[in-house]
């Protein structure tokens, strides 16, 4: 990187930091050997600090900069008032220990967050404890393992998968000791009927259904599906990260879901990227409702009112997380469905499918569409082109970056050759869909006329092309002096 870090930026003597004129008395250091010197931290004025951080800002690219279709990680624009509702000092200065009488308008909150995802997702009840989708899938399976338990059916450990399962679900299915097994997806890109039918039998625990798929289709039997694997004994995980095609119109638990987890920070416009804060709240239908981590808000209506109190589900698989969950994502999700409504939630749904559809039947006419179907909230190209056989999915990603576009998903799902996985969202206007077609277009053209225009892109952007096989493995994630690091010859 040849921008200057900050570390190199110091002199002796320069100080940002301007602490007024101490009034306590001074408190004495800990004991020498828990002291450290020689730390090589950077001395810096003011501007140098604002102007690093500016800088590294500027180097990044987010929702609020320009069109982020990551296809399975719903980047939509996250209106900014949720940030506002967010920090309402009322609600974010309470201590996690106060007793529940003094926190009574957080318990409120949460308590009708619990029931507007009820109603959306046709639940018995919800837990907002789980702190990402990964963890929300962790405690279905848990939920899942505890039932068959309870009912003396330890034997069923086999987690029905599909092959267009996000990597999440085996992983979080072998955490909880249960085994995953892949079942195939059929040449329209739903699960194979016919590879369900050898594990219909005792030591079927479930299936994990994600629907829409990951190619973004919905299911054509999905209540086949569900049916089927209850027949059998087994249970039905929703995994429903991405509920952006189906608020106010499917309620998953009507289509036979037994368990599912919502990912807030994608579906319910809370930021995220980077490694930030998420939400991934559990809801189950009356198979496994007791069983929910816990505790949930609970409600009482009284003479002087209602009331809310903590609430442990009668066969609660315990906690999954401390205190409120992530209380910051569960406010703006909450301000999020009460500024749409129930209207606003559906047409939100809708314009994300008439988006994804609309940029399908633009984009198919340049790039292959493997699965040939009216799709949900996204769909999946195959970045290959005819004319230019040197050009992979990679290289059409790499040059987005120099149209000022985030890139697709690429290389997901695993079952499309040369995935590109495109999900505009709603919040795209036509304008801007259109201006991302465009430039997918030229860049199929430019993979003709101009292929290495592609194998060299980035251009324009902070960083050139990276190792990725190196960036993985060998990641440098503290800064050491360059002098320190050319002597490793690094
Ligand atoms: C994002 C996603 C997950 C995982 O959610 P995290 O919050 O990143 O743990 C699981 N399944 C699907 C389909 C997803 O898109």
Redesign the pocket.
Known sequence: MSEPIIYELGAPGRCAAHLPKLDVPPSPLPPAHLLRDGLDLPEVSEVDLVRHYVRLSQMNYGVDIGLYPLG??TMKYNPKANEEAARISDLHNVHPYQPEESVQGNLALMYALQSALAELGGFQAVSLQPA????G?LSGILMIRAYHRARGDAQRTVMLIPDS??G??PASTSMVGLEAVEVSSDERGNVDLSALTPHLNQRLAGIML?NPN?LGLFDEHVQEICRRVHEAGGLVYG?G??FNALMGIVKPVQLGFDVMHL?L??TFSTP?GGGGP?S?PVGAGPALADYLPGPLVARDSGAEGETYRWEIPARSIGRVKSFYGHFGIIVRAYAYICMLGASGLRESSEAAVLAANYLQERLRRTYPLPYPRTCMHEFVLEGRLQGAPGIRALDIAKRLIDYGYHPPTNYFPLIVHEALMIEPTETESKRELDAFADALERIAQEAVDHPEWLHEAPTRAPLRRLDEVRAAKDLVLCWERRDSRDKDGQ
Do not use: V
């Not at 990402?132 to 963890?135: C, I, N, S, V």
């Open positions: 399975s990680c990402a989708g990964a963890h899938e399962a996000h999440t679900n994600t990951t995994d990260a991405n990912n920070h994608k995220h998420g991934g």
